[in-house]
């Protein structure tokens, strides 16, 4: 079992930038891969981006691609998600997420994923 705890979410103005941090237990971390989502008001959850277990292969959303960064430190069990010129589109709460298979791909689909943390809220004002 592992437990994923998010952070680092909260108010910022239209353009500004916000670095999420993602905390896990347990031994295997390095072993996952790893993915945020996030849930507008109103919306479904959808993907933003993921991570191989080595770090060495990252998917994003369109609607993120070029502002947002997901990158990993294995020795602190953490992942990260650097969002760099936020848009009030990006406003959400945020998820983090584990998928313990071993893919020739990273995942992007909700359903991949075994363990979800709580959220993160970030709200972006215009």
């Known amino acids: 079992q592992v437990q994923l705890v998010e952070s680092g979410g909260r108010l910022v103005q239209a353009g500004g930038s916000l670095r999420l941090s993602c905390a896990a237990s347990?031994?295997?971390?390095?072993?996952?891969?790893m993915g945020w989502f996030r849930q507008a008001p109103g919306k479904e959850r959808e993907f933003a981006a993921a991570i191989n277990w080595s770090g060495g292969g990252a998917s994003y959303a369109d609607s993120v691609k070029g502002r947002f960064t997901i990158s990993r430190d294995n020795a602190k069990n953490t992942v990260y998600l650097q969002m760099n010129s936020l848009k009030p589109d990006d406003t959400a709460v945020y998820y983090c997420a584990a998928d313990r298979n071993l893919r020739s791909l990273v995942a992007t689909k909700e359903n991949d994923y075994n363990y979800w943390g709580q959220g993160t809220q970030v709200t972006v004002s215009s």
């Open positions: 347990g031994r295997l971390f390095s072993t996952y891969a």
